[in-house]
């Protein structure tokens, strides 16, 4: 019975479908870091101090890592934008014929 129940649960609430978009979604962030690292920081460099990751600002006894923070806004700006344009082409797929 316990068994049974558990199976049901698993496939009420599609528990293997979010392991699976999990794993995906691992794979996704993967990409995008590579892609912000090697494709699209190379074009921002020369425009950027050397070290601008470690910049940081000081404000009394408290340092702010204002350099790490605006890298990890760009790569959450990327990833979305990434994630943006990947579900609205699967969302165009999932439209009927005809209609819009």
């Known amino acids: 019975m316990f068994v049974k129940e558990f199976f049901v649960f698993l ?14 979604g691992t794979a996704t962030d993967t990409l995008v ?3 912000v690292n090697n ?3 190379p074009f921002f460099g ?9 910049s940081l600002v000081h404000i009394g006894p408290f340092a702010f890592g204002i350099g790490a923070f605006v890298a990890d806004a760009l790569y959450f700006v990327i990833l979305a934008f990434v994630i943006f344009l990947v579900v609205k082409r699967i ?3 999932d439209t009927v014929p005809g209609k819009k």
Do not use: C, H, Q
């Open 11 to 24: 496939r009420e609430y599609k528990v293997m479908t979010l392991a699976i978009a999990f794993v995906m």
């Open 33 to 35: 870091k590579s892609l």
């Open 91 to 93: 969302m165009k797929l």
């Open 39 to 41: 494709l699209v920081m």
């Open 46 to 54: 020369p425009l950027l101090t050397t070290g601008w990751r470690e």
